[in-house]
């Protein structure tokens, strides 16, 4: 059994890992040749990067981690300013052009394309630049003060960017030409102005401002254009309001920035501004007109799994009435027990109901129910919350009251 034995181990007939040398050996070396170009011995001829010892790389050295200095400034200077030899950021204020004219894109807000060739601009001296696109510019002037431009053509081929003055008064504006400068106005409010530059009259808008003393433009970053600006510091702390700005202020966390009056802003107005509740008349007797609504779902349920609520204001005595709801479906399940309660105490029927438009007040049981009760349904205009104020308001204050009794 011996002599058999290692009669067969030394021939290495058998392919598995476990008999013999030459079944060993050829295993592995065609192991080792799958491990593609980084296997191999290729670690033994390198020198480690960390330590200058051979036979490993520098992500299996066990010596400390080496720091190269490579004597770096220790200050980084950074400039914000671009100097450009011609700019097109500007906007001609021109009495004779015949519409508004644009070289760039950068304040082009909409557009629509024309066949090109279909359409020109004839210069003075008879030449012509084609037309390529029509388009909506919006600049903004300094002073938070925004001008959409409309009907602008697009011809790159055009040195200028031209205001066509004809078009801003028709709007309604009113410019004033006083010395070197343009006042623009719109029913007696300040909108913004322009000075002369190289000979011709331009608006001053945010993102320029002008190097005087030579004829290069300078284009600013705007966080470097005035840090004394109470409109600047405005925008920055997110539009907040005048009261906080004094007292940032007075704690010398705004700079070199005083008291002033805060102008109006467009963005504060368009932003924050809420639909006005619609006007009604006031019911004269408890029942007569009852609003509803339904709000969530909300992120944290309650204990009996609801996450809904619905509630039902009477709007003489403005007494209401909430009920927590698990799916808006039991809407009506709430108004029977609701009108039950309320017509059991008072004695009187409920003569109407407002609510909007949801499925859960329109479908056909609720129909039914309010038909053989006689309660008329005044039902709001799609996307006017503002006509259901009651309710919304309502709502509101339910979410205020359980904000604070949270915090």
Not at 48 to 68: A, L, Q, S, Y
Not at 99 to 121: C, L, W
Request: charged share 25%; aromatic share 10%.
């Amino acid at each position: 059994m011996r002599g058999a034995y290692g009669s067969k181990y030394k021939r290495g007939k058998a392919k598995g890992p476990k008999y013999g040398k030459r079944g060993i050996e050829a295993s592995t070396s065609r192991h080792k040749r799958k491990r593609g170009k980084r296997g191999g011995k290729k670690g033994k001829n390198m020198n480690c990067f960390n330590c200058g010892k051979p036979g490993h790389f520098t992500r299996d050295c066990t010596e400390p981690k080496v720091m190269f200095n490579h004597n770096h400034p220790s200050n980084l200077y950074v400039s914000s300013c671009l100097m450009l030899a011609e700019s097109i950021l500007f906007w001609t204020v021109d009495s004779g052009a015949t519409n508004h004219i644009a070289r760039d894109r950068t304040a082009f807000v909409e557009f629509h394309r024309i066949p090109k060739g279909s359409r020109y601009i004839y210069m003075g001296n008879d030449a012509s630049a084609v037309v390529l696109e029509i388009r909506t510019c919006k600049l903004h002037l300094r002073g938070s003060r925004t001008l959409y431009l409309y009907d602008v053509l697009y011809a790159p081929e055009v040195r200028r960017n031209l205001v066509y003055v004809l078009a801003l008064l028709q709007l309604g504006f009113n410019l004033v030409f006083v010395g070197c400068c343009v006042k623009i106005h719109l029913d007696n409010v300040f909108y913004g102005s322009g000075f002369v530059l190289n000979g011709f009259m331009v608006l001053d808008t945010v993102n320029v401002s002008i190097n005087y003393d030579t004829s290069i433009y300078v284009v600013q970053n705007s966080s470097t254009i005035n840090d004394s600006n109470i409109i600047t510091w405005h925008a920055r702390l997110g539009h907040i309001g005048q009261d906080r700005l004094y007292r940032l202020a007075r704690a010398g966390l705004l700079g070199s920035l005083t008291k002033e009056e805060l102008p109006v802003c467009e963005h504060c107005l368009a932003g924050k501004a809420t639909r006005l509740p619609g006007k009604a008349k006031r019911a004269s007797s408890p029942l007569q007109f009852i609003h509803s609504d339904i709000c969530g779902p909300m992120n944290v349920r309650a204990r009996h799994r609801g996450n809904y609520f619905i509630t039902f204001i009477d709007d003489f005595t403005r007494f209401g009435h909430v009920y927590l709801i698990s799916h808006k479906s039991e809407a009506l399940d709430c108004f029977i027990r609701y009108t039950n309660l309320v017509e059991n105490k008072l004695s009187i029927k409920i003569k109407a109901l407002r609510t909007d438009r949801g499925r859960e007040y329109l479908f056909d049981q609720f129909k039914n129910f309010c038909d053989e009760k006689g309660i008329a349904r005044h039902l709001t205009i799609p996307y006017t919350p503002q006509q259901n104020g009651v309710a919304e308001m309502r709502n509101r204050t339910l979410f205020d009251m359980v904000r604070s009794m949270m915090a």
